[in-house]
């Protein structure tokens, strides 16, 4: 399988290569170059199957020639293993129609640990490889950041830096992050917004200074292997509710775009999908997207559903491409146009692709609130603020009425605990695995929000 930056001018890769690269050279994002497809009869084949071999199967044709079939299988082994329940993403069931695929099970209580557990393990399988090392920088809105510290902290030829918004995360957000003590990890909190911070290791993998000097990886969803992670927990869900004999429809709280665009992907490879929604909370611009074709960053506003906070979808940028007719060079002219104006508007193609399978709704603070209260009142389910987003968008969107609706249930609730009381009047206690996160110190360091400041602190600090 080879891989193709969405901006049509930098190296095609092969997978072992895309998994250490990050951002394409072009500033594009890398695609397999074809969805690999299951037929029905395969995909009815995989019924019953246990995650990690799921995973394994799943995933094969995009790893292609580099990982053998059992070693893969090792690899998803070793990473689903660490869930905190053997379903690894257990389906839980509402009422009739609604459900919640729970995806918080991992080590640190969010979907990230879903793709991160996998992702440390192929960072270090192919480094040893090679014998090279590699300087992660990421951004964080919050989970990412403890998710990929979690996945490579103490780990061999890897060092972490981690940029999260000042004051944007929640307590154990940031104590996930900061409280993890290994020689390999520098968490920094930078003033400014996650966009900011986002915007920031784009930089970095774009600045000679660095690159001459360090290779540079990804954690964020612009890494492939991300994605293709969470197209396992499409088809684990839809394989328990009839799939691929019955069409399944899914909620996604959104941010950067890239859990629903794994959605995208499953349905490329023959899932049988009725629609993805895409559920924002007031930082809607995907749901403006959408809706109107007006895809405009406005400023950030912060709310109970921090991980959503985001105006830029790095990973929209994949579906342009994706149901766009894959015109790297034509989408090249229209992301550089987005980036000097923070506005554009999406094609008539873009838009026409884009609703074939996609529907949008904004979720404001009130109805999240509560969506919390709901879901605990009707269903005895405590859920956290960016579940409550996807799940008020599930019971709200216009759908064919006998089409079961899954709620990605992003986030444990104890990690979003203040909102979670407010709106039930119970604070959600953290399972223990998470130890004595309120007990340990803290490290981390304060920069102010340029990337003058970033950039020298990443070239002074790393090995
Ligand atoms: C990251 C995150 C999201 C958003 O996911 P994207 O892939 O960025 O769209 C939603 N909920 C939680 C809890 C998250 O951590």
């Not at 960053?297 to 929209?316: K, L, R």
């Not at 986030?411 to 979003?416: C, E, T």
Request: glycine letters at 8%; hydrophobic letters at 45%; charged letters at 25%.
């Amino acid at each position: 399988m080879k891989y193709v930056s969405t901006r049509g001018s930098a190296p095609a890769l092969d997978f072992a290569e895309v998994t250490l690269a990050g951002l394409a050279s072009d500033g594009g994002l890398y695609v397999p170059e074809e969805w690999p497809q299951f037929t029905a009869e395969e995909i009815r084949a995989m019924r019953g199957l246990p995650y990690a071999e799921l995973a394994a199967r799943v995933m094969q044709p995009f790893v292609g020639d580099s990982l053998a079939p059992d070693r893969l299988r090792e690899l998803t082994e070793e990473a689903y293993g660490r869930f905190a329940h053997k379903a690894v993403t257990p389906l839980v069931q509402l009422d009739e129609r609604q459900w919640l695929l729970e995806l918080f099970h991992g080590p640190t209580l969010a979907f990230k640990d879903v793709a991160l557990q996998l992702l440390g393990l192929l960072f270090e399988e192919f480094l040893a490889r090679e014998d090279s090392r590699l300087t992660i920088v990421g951004a964080t809105s919050g989970d990412t950041g403890s998710a990929a510290i979690d996945a490579v902290a103490g780990r061999d030829n890897v060092e972490i830096f981690m940029l999260h918004p000042k004051g944007r995360v929640s307590d154990v957000q940031r104590r996930q992050m900061t409280t993890v003590r290994a020689p390999n990890v520098h968490n920094i909190a930078i003033e400014g917004s996650f966009d900011d911070a986002q915007a920031m290791v784009k930089r970095i993998f774009a600045d000679e200074s660095v690159t001459a000097r360090h290779r540079i990886g990804a954690v964020n969803s612009i890494n492939w292997a991300r994605l293709m992670a969470q197209v396992v927990y499409y088809f684990a869900a839809s394989l328990q509710l009839g799939g691929p004999d019955r069409e399944l429809a899914f909620s996604v709280p959104t941010g950067n775009f890239g859990d629903v665009f794994a959605g995208h992907v499953a349905a490329r490879m023959g899932l049988p999908i009725a629609r993805l929604i895409v559920a924002t909370n007031v930082n809607d611009i995907l749901h403006r997207a959408l809706g109107n074709g007006d895809y405009s960053a406005g400023t950030v506003t912060p709310t109970t559903a921090p991980s959503m906070d985001i105006q830029v979808s790095s990973n929209f940028e994949r579906l342009l491409f994706d149901v766009g007719g894959r015109d790297g060079a034509a989408l090249a002219d229209q992301m550089r146009g987005f980036e000097a104006s923070r506005a554009m508007m999406l094609s008539n193609a873009q838009r026409d692709g884009a609703a074939g399978l996609f529907t949008s709704m904004r979720v404001d603070e009130d109805e999240t609130a509560r969506s919390i209260r709901e879901a605990y009142e009707n269903w005895g389910e405590v859920i956290d603020p960016h579940t409550a987003i996807g799940l008020h968008a599930a019971r709200h969107a216009d759908l064919a009425a006998q089409v079961p609706v899954v709620t990605l249930a992003t986030a444990h609730a104890a990690k979003f605990s203040d909102a979670v009381e407010r709106a039930t009047g119970l604070r959600p206690s953290l399972p223990s695995r998470v130890g004595d996160l309120f007990a340990r110190e803290e490290a981390y360091t304060e920069l102010p929000g340029t990337y003058e400041a970033v950039r020298d602190f990443i070239l002074e600090t790393a090995d």
